[in-house]
C-alpha cells in the first residue's frame, strides 16, 4: 500500500487513522525505515497522541539512548537503531512484546531473521517536489492484514492513497 503525504495535516491524519485501528490489538510492531528527515519520528509523535496517556509521553528520536519508554495504555517502546553497534537482547525482546506497542525506527539494521512474526513495514520516501512523502506499507500477520483492509477504506476517503 503507498500513503500520500502532502502535509503535517495529512501525516496526523494518517497517524490518527492507524491508532484507531491498531490499538484494539494492543501488541502492534511497527518497523520503520527512511532516510533521516523523513518523519519517521514525527509518525511516532502523531500516533501516541491518540491514544492513552499519549498526551503525556515527549516523543523524541531516541538515537543516543536507543529506545524510550512513553506512559501509554498501551506502553509504547520508540527504538532507534540510528547510532546502533550491535543488537542488545533487550531489543529483541521487545520485537516479541504481546502487549505493547513498538516502534523501530532504522529497523533495516535489524537481520530479517529477527524481525517478529506480526508487523507493520513503513518504507518513507521524500519527494523532493514541494517537501511531499510517500509511505509504502507491508502488513504481515491476518488481524493486520484485517487493518490493511480497513485503513485502505479510510486513506480513500481522506484523499490519501
Known amino acids: 500500500m503507498e500513503v500520500s503525504i502532502t502535509s503535517l495535516k495529512h501525516l496526523d491524519i494518517f497517524a490518527k487513522s492507524m491508532a484507531n485501528l491498531c490499538l484494539p ?11 533521516i528527515g523523513a518523519g519517521k519520528t514525527t509518525f511516532v509523535r502523531y500516533f ?3 491514544i492513552s496517556g499519549g498526551e503525556k509521553a515527549e516523543v523524541s528520536s531516541p538515537s543516543f ?7 501509554t ?3 509504547t517502546i520508540h527504538i532507534d537503531l540510528y547510532r546502533c553497534l550491535y543488537l542488545e537482547d ?17 529497523c533495516e539494521r535489524i537481520p530479517e531473521d529477527f524481525w517478529p512474526e ?9 519527494n ?12 504481515k500477520g491476518d488481524k493486520l492484514l484485517l487493518i490493511k483492509t480497513q485503513l485502505e477504506k479510510i ?3 481522506q484523499g490519501l492513497l
Open 25 to 35: 490489538l494492543r501488541g502492534c510492531i511497527f518497523l520503520l525505515k527512511g532516510e
Open 48 to 50: 501516541l497522541k491518540y
Open 65 to 71: 539512548n536507543l529506545y524510550n519508554v512513553y506512559p
Open 73 to 75: 495504555k498501551p506502553e
Open 90 to 106: 533487550e531489543i529483541l525482546e521487545f520485537l516479541n512484546t504481546k502487549d505493547q506497542l513498538v516502534f523501530v525506527e532504522w
Open 118 to 126: 506480526k508487523f507493520i513495514f513503513m518504507e518513507f520516501k521524500i
Open 128 to 139: 523532493n517536489y514541494k517537501n511531499r512523502r510517500r509511505i509504502y506499507l507491508t502488513f
Open 155 to 157: 486513506l480513500k476517503e
